[in-house]
């Protein structure tokens, strides 16, 4: 069996393009994807309180599940941001070797983005101004993914340390 028929649009479509359901004979739902989809939407605008209460509670009672989601979404994340800016050479700090900051410049887990030119409060001004907030770092990977040959301009992958010392050097954090 590689096809079924749609109980809705009655197409004969792919097995592919039906959900899986355990509870059906043929182990896959009898509506496709489509189909489903559309009708999902449609339930969730007619019923937005109903289908928003419901978010909430479900949220509240799984609190812990959606916070290890999201740490592992931001970094995911950030490891394409650090691709992205790396552009195929290898992820590593940018000024391991004139300040010799890090002990491995390669750890991930202490890498960050810098702005090349320390303009990093006038670049969170002005995303502010398009968007109406900042979110913090996830709104910079998601510009970087975005606007990658920008992104390539302006920022640079450093490690924390190098980060903090190239802001008490220039002091950039006056710069406004």
Request: proline content about 2%; aromatic content about 12%; overall charge positive.
């Amino acid at each position: 069996m590689n096809t079924k028929i749609c109980r809705v649009c009655e197409e004969k479509k792919p097995i592919s393009k039906f959900y899986k359901a355990k509870t059906n004979k043929d182990g896959y739902m009898n509506t496709c994807i489509l189909c489903w989809y559309q009708k999902t939407v449609l339930y969730r605008k007619k019923n937005r309180e109903k289908y928003n209460s419901w978010c909430n509670k479900y949220r509240k009672k799984h609190l812990k599940k959606y916070a290890r989601l999201k740490r592992g979404h931001r970094k995911r994340q950030r490891d394409w941001a650090f691709e992205i800016i790396a552009n195929g050479k290898p992820i590593k700090c940018s000024k391991h070797e004139e300040w010799n900051c890090c002990g491995d410049p390669y750890e991930l887990d202490y890498l960050t983005l810098d702005h090349i030119d320390g303009d990093g409060f006038r670049h969170r001004k002005e995303y502010t101004k398009d968007t109406g907030l900042w979110q913090g770092a996830a709104d910079i990977y998601a510009w970087v993914k975005k606007n990658p040959e920008i992104a390539r301009k302006k920022l640079q992958i450093v490690c924390m340390n190098a980060n903090m010392m190239k802001a008490k050097r220039n002091m950039e954090y006056r710069k406004r």
